[in-house]
Nanobody
Framework: QVQLVESGGGLVQAGGSLRLSCAAT????????MGWYRQGPGKQRERVAA???????NYVDSVKGRFTISRDNANNTVYLQMNSLKPEDTAIYYC???????????????WGQGTQVTVSS
């Protein structure tokens, strides 16, 4: 069984930093793209950042220059370094990964349980 286990959320003042981690565990053949999504109060879930297996990245405009996504392929882990945090970054952050469990399976989306990030003004 595959699970995505997140850590690193919390409460921080505006201008501060947090680093989120997400480790994929279980029976895994390979991982394609990995990413972070967030859902703020009263808002729809949006993709914040994504990274391909080759290291290509993209970001939503509102976090460009402040957030950095990276991954450790050897440990099936993705990170989100968040700097210069703003109150509008307050949300539940979800990890996502497109995982192939065995060489006979098709890629499938997996989600973490979510971690709360709260930025106070």
């Amino acid at each position: 069984q595959v699970q995505l286990v997140e850590s690193g959320g919390g409460l921080v003042q505006a201008g501060g930093s947090l680093r989120l981690s997400c480790a994929a565990t279980g029976s895994i053949f390979s991982i394609n793209a990995m990413g972070w999504y967030r859902q703020g109060p009263g808002k729809q879930r949006e993709r914040v950042a994504a990274i391909t297996s080759g290291g290509g990245t993209n970001y939503v405009d509102s976090v460009k220059g402040r957030f950095t996504i990276s991954r450790d392929n050897a440990n099936n882990t993705v990170y989100l370094q968040m700097n210069s945090l703003k109150p509008e970054d307050t949300a539940i952050y979800y990890c996502n990964a497109v995982i192939i469990r065995t060489m006979y399976n098709l890629p499938r989306d997996y989600w973490g349980q979510g971690t709360q990030v709260t930025v106070s003004s």
